[in-house]
């Protein structure tokens, strides 16, 4: 890696922690005006300070991100159909001189892996890297499984280490309950784990905190956060669990005190 590559790194692992909390906002790509999204200016202006990295696309960015802001953003940088299509006919919509323009510090894009356009979604990762080298880029990978396959330590493995092995600096999947570690193990890079469909907010913690337990670098979650009742206070007991080391109790009692406004906190360090 070059000083470029690792400074870009750098900038998204908390260097106490070793991790990252990154905050995805991207799902309007796909999903249209979601629910938590529907105004992203403000939903996402009050959680820039406790996130390590956005992960956004450029018409966000551009359109409702303040440029003071000093957060690293990661830019998606695929994309294509629409929730009413085949999701995974997905091309490279972004090029690298735009992320460089929108001084990203990395790029991310999906692959398919047991879908239909799988060799595609792969190509594409492919190309981006290729790219993305020259300029000492970070690509994210985020791995989609075929619905007909288990979100299970076997298919998550398998597309996290095909990412990796097309040249992936860091790979985003899915937490499964069971061997977990040796998803991790098997991924020559970091893994970040999704926090996938929304579900209630201590379970969501508790998933945070069994994922870097058994050695993920840390989370890019977005629905659990921006679809909590108090995002805010959803975000900063993330950040407890991820850098921390909160148990999923003490971070659900952080949650609670922050949501009923009787603490103030600060961004964990």
Known sequence: MDW?????????????SGRTVMLAV????????TTGLKKPRETIGPLL??????FVTRGILRNCINPTTSTPIFLRVSGGPSVLGELSNEDITTSMKEALRLNAVGVGISIFVGEKNEERTIG????????AEEYGMPVLAITAVGKEMARDARYLGLASRMAAEIGAHIVKT???AEDFNK??????VPIVIAGGKKIPEKEALEMSYNAVSKGAAGVDMGRNIFQSENPAAMIRA????????????EAFELFNRLKDKKVVSQVVE
Do not use: W
């Open 174 to 176: 899915y937490y499964c």
């Open 124 to 131: 594409n990762l492919g190309r981006l890297v290729n790219e």
């Open 4 to 16: 470029g590559m690792k400074n870009r790194l750098a900038s998204i692992f908390n260097q106490k």
């Open 49 to 54: 300070p406790f996130c390590d990295s956005l």
């Open 238 to 249: 993330v950040r407890a669990v991820v850098h921390e080391n909160y148990t999923p109790d």
């Open 183 to 188: 998803v991790v193990e098997g991924c020559p």
């Open 26 to 33: 991207d799902h309007g790509y796909f999903q249209g005006p």
